[in-house]
């Protein structure tokens, strides 16, 4: 999928906190929040009327699109399929747009320092402050902006290019029945994506706001469901995630990662 490179408001090199989400879930990113002109993309008008009740829900477009500061901390416990730990990392995240935006996720690794720093377009990694010149850019600005999608749903359901599509009711594998909607991303019919994905978004059928995610990857399919929220300037945000591997019928294989997101700073005047 290629990725637009307007910052505006997603092992060993890499941290693999940094990249779980981008090689286990995808990134369809642009980080930037201002979709306000992109909401024609949804034609579907079910499915739009769900996204726009779950961005109220959420905070608001207006407000979203006015977004100058975002920071946040991030902690994530990874599991293997017998339960035990595979690892664990705590990250700080700090976004600031306008003319002089910078974006920058900081973590330790044993002893070391790690930041990941992205400036109008340019992207590098640094390690106890001295720049990691094995550092793939591409691969960082991947990482970066996959923590910005991660915190811009549903707002960033309003990008272009995907298909959009009302699915229905469902019963999921958490136990609770949410409105369905179908996100499919084709790079043969839309040109800023390069890979095919296919997403589906859970939302409560009270107050839409986003319950659980599933995407089919070719290997395995993976759910996503949040436990708890937040709410920092008006704005509901994750705090308890979880993630897992999911069976046929959805069923539950195994526990993958647990996501504690806290420490929400959001400025948007």
């Known amino acids: 999928m290629r990725i637009s490179y307007s910052l505006r408001p997603g092992y060993i090199v890499f941290s693999l906190a940094l990249l779980l989400f981008c090689n286990n879930y995808s990134c369809k990113i642009n980080s930037q929040p201002q979709v306000a002109a992109k909401q024609i993309e949804i034609i579907d008008q079910r499915a739009r009327e769900i996204i726009d009740q779950s961005i109220a829900t959420h905070g608001g477009l207006d407000r979203w699109e006015k977004i100058k500061r975002f920071e946040y901390d991030k902690s994530m416990t990874l599991y293997l399929e017998n339960g035990e730990v595979e690892s664990q990392v705590d990250q700080s995240h ?27 377009g340019a992207y590098s990694k640094s390690v106890n402050q001295v720049m990691d010149e094995n550092a793939d850019p591409e691969k960082l600005k991947n990482s970066l902006f996959s923590s910005t999608y991660v915190i811009g749903i549903p707002f960033k359901l309003l990008d272009p290019g995907p298909a959009i599509t009302y699915v229905g009711t469902e019963q999921i594998w958490t136990g609770e029945t949410c409105d369905v909607i179908k996100v499919g991303y084709d790079p043969a019919v839309a040109e800023n994506l390069t890979t095919a994905d296919t997403w589906w978004y859970y939302f409560d059928q009270n107050d839409a706001r986003v319950r659980a995610a599933k995407v089919k990857h070719l290997d395995h399919i993976s759910g996503l469901r949040n436990i708890s929220y937040v709410t920092e300037n008006g704005f509901l945000l994750n705090h308890e995630r979880e993630s897992y591997r999911l069976g046929e019928g959805d069923s539950v294989l195994y526990l993958r990662a647990k996501y504690l997101y806290d420490n929400y700073k959001v400025i948007d005047n």
Do not use: A, I, N, P
């Not at 973590?107 to 720093?117: F, I, R, V």
């Open 94 to 120: 700090t976004y600031q747009y306008g003319d002089e935006e910078v974006f920058r996720v900081h973590w330790k690794d044993g002893s070391d320092q790690h930041d990941l720093y992205g400036r109008r």
